[in-house]
């Protein structure tokens, strides 16, 4: 059965970094689609980014690009998302997900960005 962990989150201002990371064990994870989601107040779960882990395939959505950066490490079935020049709109709890849906999803890690 897929587990899924994120952790990394916090508080940060408006033109910082922060680096999730998403620890994964029960499926194969060096062959496989892997997504962040997040969650704003209010709002549904959106996609942000995914990757092929066998692959190193990438996609990013619009408002993330150029900003954020998927990656894996696959001897350690670990997932990041490197955030940086966060802004106030990125504020959201962050998944890790085995699916665009987030069906089989983490149990989220809190993203906060203000001054």
């Known amino acids: 059965q897929a587990h899924l962990v994120e952790s990394g989150g916090g508080l940060v201002q408006p033109g910082g970094s922060l680096r999730l990371s998403c620890a994964t064990s029960?499926?194969?994870?060096?062959?496989?689609?892997m997504y962040w989601l997040r969650q704003a107040p209010g709002k549904g779960l959106e996609w942000v980014s995914y990757?092929?882990?066998?692959?190193?395939?990438?996609s990013y959505r619009d408002s993330v690009q150029g900003r954020f950066t998927i990656s894996r490490e696959n001897a350690k079935n670990t997932l990041y998302l490197q955030m940086n020049s966060l802004k106030s709109e990125d504020t959201a709890v962050y998944y890790c997900?085995?699916?665009?849906?987030?069906?089989?999803r983490g149990q989220g890690t809190q993203v906060t960005v203000s001054s």
């Open positions: 029960g499926f194969t994870f060096s062959n496989s689609w």
């Open positions: 997900s085995l699916n665009l849906a987030g069906a089989t």
């Open positions: 990757i092929n882990t066998r692959t190193g395939e990438t």
